[in-house]
């Protein structure tokens, strides 16, 4: 690269010292808090403590991935440069749902997922001993992971300062959409057209076709079943129910 335009970039920050490349500048590098607000499946220890338990739940179909990349923008990427990335990872109890994704680079510096990765690992450990709670984990990741990284682990890489460094504490943990306590699924809940259920077993009207423990759907119009049944998962459709492994009443 030119030196010069190293300077500019420098400049404008665009590049870091020691690199040999300008940052990609489609690359997020924080979550769009619209896009992406955050979402819970559970904030039960006794759930996610379990050896094992992310991979039970990890489920995010290709095609839901490509949505996410479209919709931040991203329509070129090399290979291994992207993780599609819960923000509120699912060692903290985060859902497999399209509100708690986004494209998070590895190769941004000195932040990127594996920087992510390192405050994940350290609030879990934190939850699972009992020294805070999940609720609490799941707040500070989803309101701003970088405060999150200097409150628990010390100054950022770089001695970047966090995006909301200075603003006043995030509302609790119960504002984020639908937060609820599930037992493991025996499939993945969070798959394409998938949304959380309510606490009281019923569906959000987005996605209203109701999933049993039993992994049978049930709609809302014309199944004697569906007002008896407590979802354990919530679908925009049979088809997209269908698509996760679920079955229809009788089958």
């Known amino acids: ?21 300008p940052y ?20 039960d220890p006794a759930v996610i ?71 994940e690992n350290r609030l879990h450990d934190l939850a699972c001993s ?3 709670t999940f609720q609490q984990a799941q707040q500070a990741i989803a309101h701003d992971w970088e405060t999150a990284y200097v409150q628990y682990l010390g100054p950022l890489p770089g001695g970047v300062a966090p995006a909301e460094e200075g603003t006043p504490t995030p509302p609790p943990v119960s504002t984020l959409p639908n937060p609820t306590t599930l037992p493991v699924p025996g499939s993945a809940r969070g798959a394409g057209g998938a949304a959380s259920p309510n606490a009281d077993g019923s569906c959000p009207a987005s996605a209203p076709v109701k999933v049993s423990k039993s992994h049978i759907y049930h709609l809302p119009s014309g199944d004697s079943s569906y007002a008896r049944t407590h979802a354990v998962g919530c679908f925009v459709s049979a088809t997209a129910a269908q698509a996760a492994g679920d079955r229809a009443p009788g089958r």
């Open 1 to 21: 690269m030119d030196c010069r335009i190293t300077v500019l970039l420098l400049a404008v920050g665009l590049v870091s010292p020691g690199l040999a490349a």
């Open 24 to 43: 990609n500048l489609q690359a997020p590098l924080r979550p769009d808090p619209v896009k992406t607000p955050g979402d819970v499946l559970t904030s």
């Open 49 to 119: 403590c379990q050896p094992g338990y992310a991979r039970t739940v990890r489920d995010v179909p290709q095609a839901v991935k490509e949505q996410v990349y479209r919709s931040y923008g991203i329509t070129s990427r090399g290979k291994g440069e992207y993780e599609i990335d819960h923000l509120i990872s699912l060692e903290l109890g985060g859902s497999n749902s399209v509100r708690n994704l986004w494209p998070e680079s590895y190769r941004t510096e000195p932040l990127n997922a594996h920087v992510k990765d390192q405050v």
């Open 130 to 132: 009992g020294k805070i």
